[in-house]
C-alpha cells in the first residue's frame, strides 16, 4: 500500500505571536492553511456555543476531542504504515479512542489503493504551508485523504472547511510535483461508531479552489509574508 513515490518536505513551524507559520524555501514564514481558515472564517457559530456552554466547559470539550483525534491519527498512521497500531492509554478517553481507530481500520480505509505520504508536508512559496494527514490514491484516483473524528456526524454543508483544506492541500502538491490532484475525501467516524465518507471530485473540487483562493486573497488583505530581508 505504501508507495514512497515522491519525497515531501519537512517542514519547519514557527510560533509567532500564537500563529503558526512555516518556512517555505526561500525561508520566508507562510501562515499554516488552518491559520488562513481561522482568520478569514465566521466564528459566529462557535462563540455563541462557547458562551453557552461556558469557558469551562468549551475548554474540556475541545481538550477531549483533540485527546481522541491525536490518539486515532497516529493509529490510523501507524496501522497504513504497517506497524503496531493499537496501543492506547487505559483510560476513558483511551478507550474510545481505540474503539474509533478500530472502525477505521475494520471498514474505513478499505477503498485507499496506495499511500504515497502520511503527515506530509506541503508547501506553496510566499503563500502557504501545511500537513497533509494523507495523500495517495482513493477508488483508483490521486486523492487527498483526512480523517476526521466527531462527537457526531456533521452535515457536509457544516464542514466546508474540510474541503477548503483538502483543495489547498492538493493544489499545494499539484505545484510542488506536476500532479493533477482534483479528489478529496473526507473519512469521518463518530463516538457512536457511526462511518460517513465525504468525496469531491471534478467541478465541485474547482468550486473549492475557488473559494480557498478568495479566502487566501482575503488573509493577504490584512496580513503580510513574514522573514523577508
Known amino acids: 500500500m505504501i508507495n514512497n513515490k515522491y519525497t515531501y518536505p519537512e517542514l ?4 509567532k505571536n500564537d500563529v503558526r507559520y512555516y518556512q517555505d524555501s526561500k525561508e520566508n514564514l507562510v501562515p499554516s492553511v488552518t491559520t488562513i481558515l481561522s482568520a478569514t472564517g465566521d466564528h459566529s457559530g462557535i462563540d455563541a456555543w462557547k458562551r453557552r456552554v ?5 475548554k474540556e470539550v475541545v481538550l477531549e476531542a483533540t485527546t481522541i483525534g491525536t490518539a486515532v491519527h497516529l493509529a490510523i498512521e501507524n496501522y497504513l504504515n504497517g506497524v503496531e497500531w493499537q496501543d492506547f492509554s487505559e ?7 481505540h474503539q474509533i481507530a478500530k472502525r477505521f481500520v475494520d471498514d474505513c480505509l478499505v477503498d485507499i489503493d496506495e499511500v504515497w505520504g502520511l503527515e506530509s508536508g506541503l508547501v506553496v512559496d ?3 504551508a501545511g500537513t497533509a494527514d494523507c495523500i495517495g490514491v482513493f477508488k483508483g484516483r490521486p486523492t487527498i485523504i483526512d480523517f476526521k473524528t466527531a462527537k457526531k456526524i456533521k452535515r457536509k454543508d457544516w464542514i466546508e472547511d474540510y474541503f477548503l483544506q483538502g483543495a489547498a492541500y492538493a493544489n499545494a502538491h499539484n505545484v510542488m510535483y506536476e500532479t493533477n490532484i482534483d479528489s478529496i475525501a473526507i473519512l469521518m467516524v463518530d463516538r457512536d461508531l457511526l462511518f460517513k465518507e465525504f468525496l469531491v471530485e471534478k467541478k465541485e473540487f474547482d468550486s473549492f479552489t475557488g473559494r480557498w483562493k478568495q479566502r487566501i486573497i482575503e488573509y493577504y488583505k490584512t496580513h503580510e509574508i513574514l522573514g523577508r530581508e
Not at 12 to 15: D, L, S
Open 12 to 15: 519547519i513551524r514557527v510560533e
Open 54 to 58: 461556558g469557558p469551562k466547559t468549551a
Open 91 to 97: 483510560d476513558r478517553l483511551g478507550l474510545m479512542a
Open 126 to 128: 510566499g503563500l502557504y
